[in-house]
């Protein structure tokens, strides 16, 4: 009885669903966030009838033949990198980036990581950095004698200093773009990696063309739309229970053969 394993790969694959799903979900109100989405394949076939062979002596071709399906698999989850909404806040180290880019994050161990992320802050040395204390490249220190600092849509940062009428600038932004984005490797905290899918980055400052500008005073929300991920739950829950469904016509039948005398 194929069927049920045919449906129990679609169960297992619908159970994946509703966890790409509530991932999304869980996090609508996590700044930068990508939603993902789920994409399957179908399984190997077993074929009862080959398509292409022949019928009889007379050299006639079967011209679909006999294929079975086997069932569902998930074959990958694609990160859809659409721009988020931008909400304004009250501080001035946080940025966002409207259009293609990604800052950069010197992590712990020497790798540089990537983000949407731009909740930024000082830290003891003046140096602008993440909500957990990694750097941000290429580093910028603002003076502590700054009164007021200004990052403008080219990622110049431009601080006053006590007593001064002219801007200074103290630093440049960079922001990296890639070949192939959905094939960075998500690591948590709003971080990716680079990856041979993904391809090298390359740097530019905000504003060059291909890249996106910069917005102080503002964060990118996730881009994750409730109702369509409610939609998406809804046809995935339907989904497993008619795979359950099948496994329990298939049992019903079993049950029928061995009831026979």
Do not use: C, W
């Amino acid at each position: 009885m194929g069927a049920l394993n045919i449906a129990a790969t679609g169960m297992l694959a619908q159970q994946r669903n509703v966890e790409v799903v509530s991932n999304n979900l869980a996090n609508m109100n996590t700044t930068g966030y990508m939603r993902r989405r789920p994409e399957f394949h179908d399984l190997l076939y077993q074929n009862l009838r080959r398509v292409g062979s022949t019928s009889g002596d007379d050299g006639s071709i079967v011209p679909s033949g006999v294929q079975l399906g086997l069932g569902v698999k998930l074959a990958a989850v694609y990160r859809i990198h659409n721009q988020g909404n931008l909400a304004a806040t009250d501080s001035p180290f946080d940025l966002a980036i409207q259009g293609k880019g990604f800052f950069q994050v010197q992590m712990p161990n020497g790798d540089t990581a990537y983000t949407r992320d731009g909740t930024f802050q000082l830290n003891a040395d003046g140096e602008i950095v993440t909500h957990d204390g990694f750097l941000v490249l290429p580093g910028v220190v603002i003076p502590e004698d700054a009164v007021d600092v200004t990052v403008n849509a080219s990622g110049e940062v431009l601080v006053k200093l006590q007593g001064q009428v002219q801007l200074q600038n103290v630093g440049q932004l960079q922001l990296a773009s890639f070949a192939n984005e959905p094939g960075l490797q998500a690591i948590g905290s709003n971080l990716l990696l680079e990856t041979p899918a993904s391809g090298a980055p390359v740097i530019a400052p905000p504003q060059t063309p291909g890249f996106g500008t910069l917005l102080q005073g503002f964060l990118e929300t996730s881009n994750v739309n409730p109702v369509e991920e409610i939609t998406n739950l809804i046809s995935a829950q339907r989904a497993y229970e008619m795979n359950s469904k099948v496994i329990q016509t298939a049992d019903d039948m079993m049950g029928a053969l061995n009831q026979l005398r």
